[in-house]
């Protein structure tokens, strides 16, 4: 809408007509209800999001700013729709601070009424409150029949589909545990948004599993705690640490993740990306570069050894400014070379040179795994003549506890900490990624089996964390008693009329509880959805899934619709661009890496605002 009235605004033409169709407010939509928990909040600082672009669009925009730019005014002259808790949060919230969603969907909110107040001359806009469940093409008229949940039909020459998070329907082995869980009489919450979800129903004192670490697992900890009356305290006595004073009302939580541990926690920083690390090899120009190539790329073959690279330089430079005593004279100039070699050969004899080089100048202890950074609890040793690393619940949860402290203690150091700014690398260069790889940049094997297959899940773990606050208010609510882990590579059952959970590497009795809470948001799958408009566009001929080859020849169905070049039009059963449909946003996520977020304000990389030059393509076909 932001892009078609600025366009519109530059060059009106015949009068344009926009309905919003949503059955949650325009702005916020149902992600950023502004009337939701103040406990949920962003996994971006404040000075990341902004719904106006600030680059790359010819035609400026008519209202609106920032996020940050927002906060900074409603500081100043507060608007009177802010609430008391708005008013409340931003006088205390920073340009580094995390906002609630709550005050994120105020400030989405406002922009869309800055933006109605601005309409261009032959503008109009309508908001219907009601789900759009069918787009067919109106015959008779030319365009599309628009039909909404609530009977009514609206035509329309032009639909943009921007759904965004849309419901899934369970996996199969979901449906199977649900169904059995039903039959025991027993409590099975699917993968939600967290504020859809009614936590009232897991009672006090009951055992609680939660299936995912992630971010969705911290949204469910806060509810269950703060949420209920809880208090994190700082007790000097402590050094500082937080101390969780129970309301009595809490549950007892088990998490449970591959891993075994949470995701990590995000660096203390001042800027998105780290202002010490420099991708030198995997920067903006490896795209053009890889691109010019001739061939597509692959993910293992030419895009990981620049971002490997990147990141030890990243590690090694740190490590050197903050603890200089572990690396030996001269190791950094032999590294720098050793970097630059190898690009055209063999990939192992340089892992051999690189591990050699590492064992002989760089303290014992102190060189970069990677493999250890993604699962921290498998260096843990086995303990002698058992199969087993923890011998008790406890030890685990001992384990665990020192993760956090470390964990949060590596996040406090920001630009001085090693392990954080190799991170950083990885996060920066999963910017580059997306540009690289989005319009069929990389071979679809390795879309599949490697970008997917795992490098995604390796850096989500590691870069998407939440605020290090969090993991300090886990370890303070383990230290309570509140939350203990299940240990790496959980097993989930239905037994004896419970759900019960155990690890092969744990020691101690399973877990039995009557409630278990799958932490993760619904797949963003468009076959498989529960979206009436999303199945009825496939049931219609107008819409497909995209269909990559596997390594093997495989066919797969992938997550996103299959779109042509942008502007992106979905592909119709015979693989037409249909004309006068577009996409945007989530569903575009086959030709695009990493669609869930938001534009980033002021960004460095272009991938940054991709999502304002998709809508802006988008809008100038529309108008043309
Ligand atoms: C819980 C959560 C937290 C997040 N946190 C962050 C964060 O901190 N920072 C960040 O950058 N990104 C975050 N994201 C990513 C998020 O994807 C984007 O920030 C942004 O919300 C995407 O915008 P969108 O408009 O494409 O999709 P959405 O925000 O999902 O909006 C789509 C809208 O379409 C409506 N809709 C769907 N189908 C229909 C239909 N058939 N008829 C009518 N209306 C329909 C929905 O009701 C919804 O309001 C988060 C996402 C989630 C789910």
């Known amino acids: 809408m932001e892009r078609l009235l600025a366009q519109y605004a530059a060059r009106p033409a015949r009068p344009l007509h926009i309905h919003l169709v949503d059955p949650f407010p325009p702005g916020p939509g149902h992600v950023w209800r502004t009337e939701q928990s103040r406990l949920y909040l962003m996994n971006t600082q404040s000075f990341f999001p902004t719904l106006i672009p600030d680059q790359g669009v010819a035609a400026a925009p008519l209202a609106g700013c920032s996020f940050n730019d927002w ?297 970069l795994d990677l493999a250890a950074l993604a699962r921290p609890l498998s260096h843990h040793p086995l303990r002698p003549g058992d199969k087993h690393r923890f011998g008790s619940q406890a030890e685990l949860d001992a384990a665990v506890l020192a993760y956090l402290a470390d964990d949060a203690a590596s996040s406090a150091r920001g630009e001085e900490d090693p392990v954080k700014m190799a991170i950083g690398a990885l996060n920066a260069g999963r910017a580059i990624i997306k540009s690289l790889v989005a319009d069929g940049g990389i071979t679809q094997e390795s879309w599949l089996g490697e970008l997917r297959g795992w490098f995604e899940g390796f850096v989500e773990g590691l870069a998407s964390g939440p605020p290090a606050l969090r993991m300090e208010q886990l370890a303070a609510l383990v230290r309570a008693g509140v939350v203990h882990f299940s240990g790496p590579d959980p097993v989930f059952r239905i037994q004896h009329g419970l759900f019960q959970l155990s690890s092969p590497w744990v020691d101690a009795e399973p877990w039995h509880a009557r409630h278990l809470v799958e932490a993760l948001a619904p797949a963003n799958r468009v076959q498989g959805t529960a979206s009436r408009l999303l199945n009825n566009l496939q049931a219609d001929g107008l819409a497909r899934p995209r269909v990559m080859l596997a390594a093997d020849g495989g066919a797969v169905v992938t997550s996103g619709l299959d779109v042509s070049a942008p502007p992106y039009r979905p592909l119709d059963g015979a693989g037409t661009p249909v004309p006068g449909l577009y996409v945007l946003g989530l569903q575009l996520s086959s030709v695009q890496w990493g669609t869930a977020i938001a534009a980033q304000a002021g960004a460095e990389y272009r991938s940054g605002y991709r999502t304002v030059l998709d809508a802006d393509a988008i809008a100038a076909d529309i108008l043309a």
């Open 71 to 367: 906060r900074g005014r409603m500081r100043q002259t507060p608007d009177p729709a802010l609430s008391e808790g708005d008013r409340a949060e931003l006088a205390q919230l920073t340009a580094t601070g995390f906002p609630s969603r709550a005050l994120y969907g105020r400030y989405l909110s406002w922009c869309v009424a800055r933006l109605l107040e601005k309409l261009p001359d032959g503008a109009t806009v309508t908001h219907h409150r009601a789900e759009a469940r069918r787009v067919a093409r109106d015959h008779e008229n030319g365009g599309y029949g628009v039909e909404l949940l609530n009977g009514e039909t609206l035509h329309a020459d032009k639909v943009v589909l921007a759904l965004g998070h849309v419901e899934t329907r369970l996996s199969p082995a979901q449906r199977e545990f649900r169904d059995d869980a039903r039959a025991n009489g027993l409590s099975y919450l699917p993968p939600a948004a967290p504020n859809d979800v009614d936590w009232d129903q897991l009672p006090a004192g009951a055992t609680v599993l939660v299936r995912g670490m992630g971010l969705n697992f911290f949204d469910v900890l806060g509810q269950l705690t703060e949420g209920r009356g809880g208090r994190f305290e700082t007790t000097a006595a402590d050094g500082g640490a937080l101390t969780y004073v129970p309301s009595g009302r809490e549950p007892v939580v088990v998490g449970a993740s591959r891993r075994g541990t949470p995701y990590r926690a995000k660096a203390a920083l001042e800027s998105y990306y780290p202002a010490s690390v420099e991708l030198r090899f995997l920067g903006e120009d490896a795209v053009a570069k890889i691109r010019a190539m001739g061939a597509t790329a692959g993910f293992e073959h030419d895009i990981w050894p620049l971002l490997h690279r990147d990141t030890l330089w990243a590690y090694y430079t740190t490590l050197g400014r903050s603890s200089p005593g572990a690396l030996a004279a001269g190791f950094l100039p032999e590294l720098d070379a050793l970097l630059h070699s190898g690009l055209d050969g063999d990939a192992v004899d340089w892992a051999e040179r690189l591990k050699s080089l590492t064992a002989r100048h760089v303290a014992e202890g102190r060189a």
